[in-house]
């Protein structure tokens, strides 16, 4: 009989069928609550005046390697952070390592036009500001009115809205991301769709909250939408534009089906390498539920979860201008 309070068993057998015995059973010792790791908001602060803060306060932290603005907190909890005054005036923002790898491989460059397509609570939104240098046209939406009012709170928190006298424009939008892509045609250089999945790299073992709600009938739902969103993002994408999706889920339906399935319905439609150095990724799904996978799948990114960061997919897609 199956513990109410255990991940459950089904999921365990499909992440097994996934990545084999071995990596499934490192992969589940990575099920534990993460330390706390923040970036700084280089539109309001820089490294060297939060590091020296932190450490007169007597934290400890430790560099990431592969995100210079990335720091793991080694001491202290993650309340006494956020009674900082750093935190408390925008200066760093907590977001998982994993949630910041996307706006890295979007790659946001300052002049660009950038849609964040499913925006809230709003951490890779004030990254890809950040990384603009607040210089070009940055599109958030998100279509929740409650996750909508607590992105525009942390935007106003980290100063993305502000003008600062620069060419730069952000816009807050509520909508569905088929409404938006119709009013935006081929608009966008860059969109980033991080989207609502089954979130199974933020299981807890013992903590049931965490996956009480998973099913694999929750992956389909999820699938259902992750394809209406992507049709969206595609079609509000410019020729040449580069479009980067991403999940917190290990599910190859959410997933490596997802970007099969838009391969084949847009012959316009590249999957790109993602060059960039990146923690270490898990080796690349060839097959599902005894059906081959295409060998282009190589070039999309699964971070191996450690008990830093958690278990999340990548792909890079660019729309063939020819």
């Avoid at 952000?170 to 409404?179: D, Q, S, V, Y």
């Avoid at 045609?185 to 609502?196: M, Q, S, T, V």
Wanted: proline fraction near 6%; hydrophobic fraction near 40%; charge should be positive.
């Amino acid at each position: 009989m199956n513990n109410k309070n255990a991940i459950p068993e089904i999921f365990l057998q499909r992440l097994t069928q996934m990545v084999g015995f071995s990596v499934a059973q490192t992969i589940e010792k990575t099920f534990v609550e993460r330390p706390t790791t923040f970036r700084v908001n280089t539109i309001k602060s820089n490294c060297e005046e939060v590091l020296d803060s932190l450490r007169s306060a007597g934290f400890k932290v430790d560099r990431v390697a592969w995100y210079p603005d990335a720091f793991i907190l080694r001491n202290k909890s993650k309340r006494d952070l956020t009674e900082t005054e750093l935190y408390q005036t925008g200066k760093m923002y907590i977001q998982s390592l994993a949630s910041m790898i996307p706006p890295l491989v979007l790659d946001s460059q300052p002049g660009e036009k950038i849609l964040d397509l499913t925006a809230a609570p709003g951490s890779k939104t004030s990254q890809i500001a950040a990384l603009m240098g607040k210089q070009g046209e940055l599109v958030a939406n998100d279509n929740n009115k409650v996750r909508f009012f607590k992105l525009k709170h942390n935007m106003e928190l980290l100063g993305v809205p502000h003008n600062d006298h620069k060419p730069w424009s952000f816009i807050l939008r509520m909508e569905h991301g088929a409404g938006l892509s119709s009013e935006y045609h081929e608009y966008f250089d860059k969109i980033l769709l991080d989207a609502p999945c089954s979130a199974e790299a933020r299981f807890v073992a013992g903590e049931p909250t965490t996956y009480g709600y998973w099913s694999e009938r929750k992956i389909k739902e999820m699938a259902f939408k992750q394809r209406t969103l992507l049709l969206s993002a595609w079609q509000a994408l410019k020729p040449g534009g580069t479009l980067v999706y991403s999940t917190c889920t290990f599910a190859p339906e959410e997933n490596e089906l997802q970007i099969i399935r838009l391969l084949d319905r847009f012959s316009d439609a590249i999957l790109a390498p993602i060059k960039i150095k990146l923690p270490q990724a898990l080796p690349p799904l060839k097959s599902w539920k005894g059906k081959e996978l295409p060998p282009e799948l190589k070039n999309t990114y699964r971070i191996m979860p450690t008990k830093e960061i958690e278990g999340f997919f990548v792909a890079k897609l660019v729309k063939n201008q020819d």
